[in-house]
């Protein structure tokens, strides 16, 4: 069904060495010798002249020990943190006056900053802005002409109009050919109306957007109060753009909830065990037109192994996990650091039931000698049938043990019982009265983030919507006898038991991928996990993208390798459904609506293949529906500057499962951020509930008219001057979002035959500046595969369309 002239691209690329440096963590740890007190120990900090140096951060016991660090005439920038562990300071430092540190005593963290970054990010913006030059030459070539825009170096994208709320906006985007270098903002002057003059309805200002150090275009929105017809922004080089303001999703004159129509059926927060319970219903009360399916792969669970760190300072701290899980016995266990209180007791450990007990060492004056290594080794020793213990976070361990009364260890989950601790199954409910992959599909899942609990409403909203209403309401009986609809309200049920029960902000999952010789420990357990929107398989973070990380305590963690975790397995295989043309990725917050692509590579911002002319309007076209119905529920508009490719209007997002839909699978994959917030009033995350479902059921109208679309489209050639004597300029335009395909030497044009392309980041289709008298042999074709006169691209059909490159008379 897809176009079969479009590649599917699949690129690997590298990973800079930027990219690597960056996210490289560096631990130096004492050595054991560094045992007296920092503050003892004169130090001589000598910076030999030619070394580089670092920001590292030092972790200090306390108070005490940052005075003994300014003493050393260390230079610390301004950061001194205090954390449950201490002081951190950042010091810039050489290696040697690092090792002069570490040799008093002092422990250092991770390497925060190095020469190489700045000079990397010194090289990114060369690159960038060299690369931006060559596109405003490009830029300028393009506007040189005779034409209305003659030689602008100014161009305006869009001008939009809308309300939104009891408000009324207009949206300005514009071109600059001098904005990658110049920071000037644009004048935007406004007329009050049809037929009145530039100027009379106002001004306003609109700014630059630029992202990675890459201008992209200027854009801004001021409220006005009546609807401008035409707006002009005059460059500060002096050129004039002039531009006719559209209407941004006017209220379409068909409501598409006839009668009866049935809707609001959500009353609050819904945990993900309640999701999945609240499907099991729908597909029990409505077995003719659902079904509930189970996802191959279980989540890894809502469980942990229960745990401890004993001690303060990090060389004396003990860690200590038990082998069961927490739910499984884990959790009765506990840990004593005993002082015998006498002299010459060797370090020994003892064993009752669940109750470990370590008796620590002293010397011939009855002072504690055992140290947090001799400590974890005798643990692991004698105890290594019920727990593991480590050093905290690599450090050698070469500290003192402090005593320690007994300390239960805990997995720290706070959910009732209800809520399975054993891997989870996901479920997705499958809703159409053909479920046997004969008609088109859909899919929209949420929650891949955990905090995030309005979009899972959304989706029971929706399935709730077309099982309640196919009975009495024709046109969603429409939708269900053509459509094969997957709904997944879950992707990630244990991050959302966690973010519901003990961790509100949870984001990624719940797997700890962290090594015991960095944050495995009890301490770090809210930061572990995988951003389940960062481990897939295209355009990743291991194909050298940006905005995914490959630390384990990261927001945005893409995981130790794409696809690695059971939640994007699952979401892999749902997509890999052969008849699945269209889906919905329901995130928040926002009020976004996206599509791909969704990541660029540094430096240079190099993006992922953007899609065609022809699938960027069938992108836009579908989402003026989508957004107008969403729209009709409170007057809420999703803006102009949030709707487009992700990395255009947001931010480069490696890895995430839209690019995957779109690159890897060919679906029309569309992104919503839904709301205002993760966790909003109960009214607010009500109302969201309501109008974002009324532009998911928009979403099944579109693919329900994908597919029965059987009209063919229809295409225009217009001829205008060009700047270049003998030459015209020609472009394309089509009755529907279409692709054109085109030959300038006579022959039959096919699907190998030129692409008709487009102008550039959010414009419309290109100008091809050609001989005058060229003949033009092209043929149009929509995204459902109509061709335009029904004309077969084979090389052999002569019902293409034919046109001279010549100037209209007159
Ligand atoms: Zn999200």
């Known amino acids: 069904m897809r176009d079969p002239s479009a590649p599917r691209w699949r690129r690997r690329l590298p990973v800079p060495a930027a990219l690597a440096a960056a996210t490289a963590v560096v631990l130096l740890v004492n050595p054991a010798s560094a045992v ?12 030999v002249a030619d070394e580089e140096a670092n920001v590292v951060e030092v972790l200090l016991a306390g108070t005490a020990q940052l005075d003994a660090l300014v003493a050393t005439g260390v230079d610390l920038d301004h950061h001194v943190t205090r954390t449950e562990n201490g002081v951190v300071a950042h010091a810039v430092v050489t290696a040697s006056e690092a090792a002069a540190l570490t040799r008093a005593g002092f422990t250092l963290g991770e390497v925060l900053h190095r020469p190489a970054d700045a000079r990397a990010r010194i090289a990114e913006r060369e690159a960038t802005i060299a ?19 003659a030689a602008s170096d100014v161009k305006i994208i ?19 050919a001098q904005g990658q270098t110049a920071a000037d903002a644009l004048t935007v002057e406004r007329d009050s109306g049809p037929g009145t003059e530039i100027g009379s309805g106002g001004t306003q200002t609109i700014s630059r957007f630029v992202d990675a150090g890459v201008y992209l275009y200027h854009r801004g929105a001021a409220p006005v109060t009546s609807r401008p017809d035409r707006v002009r922004i005059t460059s500060p080089t002096g050129d004039v753009a002039v531009a006719q303001v559209r209407e941004w999703l006017p209220t379409p004159g068909d409501d598409p909830e006839g009668p009866g129509y049935q809707k609001d059926f959500v009353t609050s927060y819904l945990t993900p065990t309640e999701l ?12 003719r037109l659902a079904e509930i399916v189970e996802l191959p792969h279980r989540t890894n669970g809502y469980r942990r192994h229960a745990q401890a760190v004993l001690g303060a300072a990090a060389d004396s701290r003990v860690a200590v996990d038990s082998l069961a899980w927490g739910h499984e016995g884990g959790n009765d266990i506990s840990v004593e650091l005993a002082d015998p209180g006498t002299a010459d007791t060797p370090l020994s450990v003892t064993v009752a039931g669940p109750a470990v007990r370590v008796t620590l060492g002293t010397d011939g004056a009855g002072a504690v000698t055992s140290t947090a290594a001799q400590v974890v080794a005798a643990l692991n020793a004698r105890a290594g049938t019920l727990v593991r213990a480590y050093t905290y976070r690599g450090s050698a361990g070469a500290g003192m043990v402090a005593p320690a009364a007994r300390t239960p260890l805990s997995d720290g989950l706070s959910a009732p019982a209800s809520v399975s601790r054993d891997p989870h199954p996901v479920y997705a409910i499958r809703i159409g009265k053909h479920r046997d992959g004969s008609k088109l599909g859909v899919l929209a899942y949420a929650q891949e983030h955990a905090r995030e609990w309005v979009p899972p409403l959304v989706t029971v909203e929706t399935a709730e919507r077309l099982l309640r209403n196919y009975a009495h309401d024709g046109r969603t009986r429409q939708l269900l006898d053509n459509l094969d609809i997957w709904i997944a309200p879950s992707i990630n049920p244990d991050g959302g038991h966690y973010s519901f029960y003990d961790f509100n902000s949870q984001r990624k999952n719940m797997t700890n991928h962290c090594p015991t010789t960095g944050a495995a420990d009890f301490l770090a357990r809210n930061s572990w996990g995988v951003d389940n929107n960062r481990n897939y398989t295209e355009y990743s973070l291991f194909d050298g993208y940006s905005g995914a990380s490959a630390s384990c305590t990261s927001g945005t963690y893409a995981g130790p390798s794409e696809l690695s975790e059971p939640e994007n397995r699952n979401l892999d295989w749902l997509a890999s459904r052969p008849n699945i043309r269209f889906s919905m990725n329901l995130h928040s917050s926002g009020n976004y609506f996206m599509w791909s692509p969704g990541a660029y590579a540094l430096p240079g911002r190099v993006s992922a293949p953007r899609p065609t002319l022809a699938e960027e309007s069938a992108f836009w076209g579908a989402s003026s529906r989508i957004l107008a119905a969403i729209k009709r529920h409170r007057n809420m508009a999703v803006t102009p500057a949030r709707t487009g490719p992700i990395s255009d209007v947001l931010y480069s997002a490696a890895g995430n499962s839209g690019d995957m839909l779109w690159y890897r699978y060919g679906i029309y994959a569309w992104n919503f951020e839904v709301g205002t917030s993760f966790q909003p009033e109960w009214d607010e995350a009500h ?6 479902a009324n532009g998911l059921v928009e979403l099944m109208r579109v693919a329900r008219d994908f597919a029965q679309d059987r009209t063919r489209p229809r295409s225009t050639l217009a001829v205008a001057q060009s700047a270049t004597p003998g030459m015209v300029d020609v472009t394309f335009s089509t009755s529907e979002p279409a692709a054109v395909f085109y030959t300038l030497d006579r022959a039959a044009p096919t699907y190998a035959s030129t692409l008709y392309g487009s102008a550039g980041i959010r414009e419309g289709g290109e100008t091809l500046t050609v001989p005058a008298g060229s003949r ?31 100037l209209p008379a007159g």
């Open 36 to 47: 007296v007190p920092a503050a003892e120990r004169p130090v001589e900090l000598v910076r």
């Open 131 to 149: 690369g931006h030059a060559a596109q405003n030459r490009e830029f300028a070539a393009a506007t040189r002409g005779p034409v209305a825009s």
């Open 158 to 176: 869009r001008a939009d109009y809308y309300t939104s709320g009891t408000s009324q906006i207009l949206s300005v985007e514009a071109k600059w």
């Open 276 to 287: 999945y319970a609240r499907i099991h219903q729908l597909a029990a009360e409505f077995p």
């Open 687 to 692: 109302a969201e509930t309501l109008e974002f």
């Open 776 to 806: 033009i042999h092209w043929f149009s074709v929509d995204s459902a595969g109509n061709v335009e006169n029904n004309y077969r691209p084979d090389g052999n059909g002569r019902n293409y369309r034919k046109g001279t490159a010549v």
